[in-house]
């Protein structure tokens, strides 16, 4: 399966409203629209996605089914990071 139709597929089972979504990005829905049909969606774009409908990208091992790598949104907005604060 295309990035694109798991991109759409993720759009449909979380019920997300482009035009809604595109307004709070400040971008057109005919804009968004045409980055996922095109698949010119990159990470950054999955990440912020995913972050605003309580979600995370990740990257697991096929072997093992380890996740190894985790994106969310404070990596999108490191200043964010709750974890960041505690150390400092």
Known sequence: ?????????????????????ATLKGTSKSNLHQKIIKDKIYLKDLVELCSEYNCRVSIIDNRTDKELVS????????AMDPADKEQQ
């Open 71 to 78: 994106y969310n949104e404070y990596d999108i907005n490191p």
């Open 1 to 21: 399966m295309s990035i694109k139709a798991k991109t759409k597929g993720f759009i449909k089972i979380k019920g997300i409203n482009l035009t809604s979504y």
